[in-house]
């Protein structure tokens, strides 16, 4: 694909929620536009963003993919992004590169929850934001209903720019808001302009004027002249919509039905006129509060904001320039490591497919492959200028599962596995939990999480299962006691001899572990002191009683006896174990369960279910803060136990509309009757 000069080309993400054809409308433009041939569908799973096997199969997109078109002497860098929640982190990292977000909407539908949370993001940004209302040859379809639920939302800035020509089965084309004129579409996508219905001229009438009012208002020249009954020529209203784009006051609204090619002509067109190229959006900044602008005559400064595995050529990453041209067959300088990297030829991709190039300029997007070091979130940067892009933070993983492979002996292919996927996917976190000795993956949901599974087998030929989480309890002592440890045997030339006394008591929470040496007269000579607490320790970590990790403990050695010849490090170790068993039997022992801080963030409507919910949880509710827009965060501490599959319940409880954090709060007492269950359960397990 040849190189297109800054200004020509546009950079767009296309999101909503799933379902709404996003993935069709990509169809749909690389058809318009020539790059391919014919129109794939999703059902059909032939489509070019859509190539996975696992989106194949479930005729849902997981990952972003790039699509190229050209159009009009323009380059349009088009990024399909997944719209699901639980991918919503390739959903924001594709909007962290982009410089036009089309919002695609089902008609049919109306607003969703991702499309809302894909908003919010878009404001975080100050990204720039247009709106297709696709599917309107739906059966049930309604763009006046949705098009209210879009302004409700997102307040008077939604501004169409077309009206549908036609309903459901009859629709048939667009109704063009600037032009006045409507435009019916073929089967092959051809247009033809005719005469606008008389039903619907006087809401075109009103649509235009309200358009023209807002077009106004964007520049005190042309108010005055609106104002004094002058006509704003087509000109003018494109650049006044530029201007209202960029600066993200007005969100163009178009209508269309991508799988019948419908209106999707008009979408790129304004693309292509009204919306921003890199050079019109702010510059970019690094760590350092250094800023690049998109020349090409700048240092160089690129930002990797995917990477993926192939099985032909291994791991490719994408990347979009910020400025300087980024060249292939050399050395490139990872600024974010720190290192140099060497890199072979440069290309764009095109769903999966290569399509070579001789240089990447500042603005567009390319990819290079086998890449050593470098990860999603990295710069590639002038080495005698360099600069640190900050990436959008993965979300946080939020759903567990503990695993192990099918296969035993594949615990290295699975664990090279899980770190080359979460070089692609970094919403994936690893844990080794050391307590309970357990792998646990962290994913976004259950999808998500499949999704992994899948291309684990698929990919690394490794194949895993599910085994029950364990949570990681631990134990302390129930009150103060005196033990006695004492290792004593004699069987013939050395003996072991070992006697230790000492008192315990609990520790407040979050004490941890204390030992006290009050050994006088020498008792225990000082050379055995630190292997009586190596020995308790051991027998703390051990879990002695419960099998769960021992804390907020004091420990005071204060007498014991050695022998001359006997004694060793081994017997007061055995000795300051045996003195711990002993404790643990004549003061108890009480289970511990690890507390979550959990931040709940819901529409108002659902706090109330929220709390209620939290308290069959055991969680305590400690507060409600208020936000903006209906919204509040219910503050809670809940027992981990009962919260392991938060992610997966809220999502249920509030139809997606209600996101979480949690961080580690403390450890509490499990109560008595639980505490015995959870006892009980784990000695069957241990004895299976």
């Known amino acids: 694909m040849k190189s297109y000069p800054t200004e020509s080309i546009r950079n767009i993400v296309l999101v909503g929620h799933g379902g709404a054809g996003k993935t069709s409308v990509a169809e749909a433009l690389l058809f318009c536009s020539g790059a391919t041939t014919r129109m794939g569908k999703v059902a059909d799973g032939n489509t070019v963003t859509d190539f996975e096997e696992e989106e194949i199969r479930k005729g849902v997109s997981i990952s972003t993919a790039l699509a190229p078109i050209e159009w009009k002497d323009h380059k349009i860098n088009i990024l399909d992004a997944p719209g699901y929640a639980d991918f919503i982190g390739e959903m924001r990292a594709a909007m962290q590169v982009a410089d036009l977000a089309v919002f695609v909407v089902s008609g049919v539908e109306g607003l969703e929850v991702q499309t809302q949370a894909a908003w919010n993001f878009a404001e975080e940004l100050g990204l720039p934001r247009v709106i297709f209302i696709n599917k309107l040859d739906r059966e049930n379809s309604s763009f006046r209903r949705t098009l209210e639920q879009l302004r409700e939302a997102f307040g008077i800035g939604v501004a169409p720019l077309a009206l549908p020509l036609g309903r459901e089965h009859d629709f048939r084309g667009v109704i063009s808001v600037i032009d006045a004129g409507a435009f019916s579409y073929d089967d092959a996508g051809g247009v033809t302009e005719e005469p606008v219905p008389d039903d619907r001229k006087e809401r075109l009438t009103e649509v235009r004027t309200s358009l023209l009012d807002s077009v106004a208002e964007t520049n005190d020249e042309l108010l005055e002249r609106y104002l004094d009954g002058g006509e704003l020529t087509r000109e003018e209203i494109v650049g006044a919509l530029h201007d209202g784009l960029a600066e993200a006051t007005i969100f163009p609204v178009f209508v269309g039905a991508a799988t019948k090619l419908i209106g999707l002509d008009r979408l790129v067109d304004a693309v292509v006129g009204a919306g921003p190229s890199p050079l019109d959006r702010p510059p970019v900044e690094g760590e350092d509060g250094k800023a690049r602008e998109a020349k090409p005559d700048a240092p160089l400064s690129a930002l990797v904001f995917k990477t993926t595995t192939d099985p032909y050529v291994g791991r490719v990453s994408l990347f979009r320039v910020y400025s300087g041209v980024l060249r292939g067959e050399g050395t490139l300088h990872n600024a974010s490591q720190k290192i140099d990297e ?110 992994i599974v899948e291309r684990l087998k698929r990919k690394f030929s490794v194949e895993i299962e599910e085994v029950p989480f364990k949570v990681p309890y631990r134990s302390t002592l129930r009150t103060k006691a005196e033990a006695l440890g004492r290792h004593v045997k004699q069987s013939g030339g050395h003996g072991q001899y070992g006697i230790c006394n000492v008192r315990v008591e609990p520790l407040p929470r979050g004490e941890g572990f204390a030992f006290v040496d009050k050994i006088y007269g020498g008792s225990i000579p000082n050379q055995w002191i630190p292997s009586v607490e190596k020995g308790v320790r051991a027998a703390m970590e051990q879990g002695v009683g419960t099998g769960f990790l021992m804390i907020d403990v004091q420990v005071e050695l204060y007498d014991g006896k050695y022998h001359s010849v006997d004694s060793s490090d081994m017997a007061f170790q055995l000795a300051g174990s045996q003195a711990m068993r002993d404790a643990v039997a004549k003061a108890g022992v009480t289970l511990l369960e690890p507390v979550w801080k959990v931040d709940v963030l819901v529409p108002e409507s659902f706090t109330g279910d929220i709390m209620g919910d939290l308290q069959k949880r055991r969680g305590i509710p400690e507060g409600i803060d208020t936000l903006s827009g209906g919204r509040q965060i219910v503050h809670a501490k809940a027992p981990f136990a009962e919260v392991i599959h938060y992610a997966t319940d809220l999502r249920s409880m509030t139809g997606g509309q209600g996101t979480f954090s949690w961080s580690f709060s403390h450890y509490q007492e499990v109560p008595h009757d639980l505490a015995q269950k959870i006892l009980d359960r784990t000695k069957e397990q241990a004895t299976a």
């Open 342 to 451: 060497r890199v072979g030829h440069v290309f764009t991709m095109r769903g999966k497919n290569q399509e070579p190039m001789d240089e990447v300029v500042a603005g567009d997007f390319g990819a290079v492959a086998k890449l050593s070091h470098t990860v999603t979130g990295d710069t590639l940067a002038d080495k005698s200028a360099p600069i640190t892009i900050r990436a959008v933070a993965p979300p946080e993983p939020l759903l567990p599962k503990a695993i192990e492979p099918k296969t035993k002996g594949d615990e290295d292919k699975l664990m090279t596995g899980l770190q080359r996927l979460i070089e692609e996917d970094p919403a994936l976190g690893l844990e080794r939990n050391d307590e309970t000795h357990q792998t646990i993956l962290w994913g976004m949901g259950d999808a998500h999480l499949g999704g």
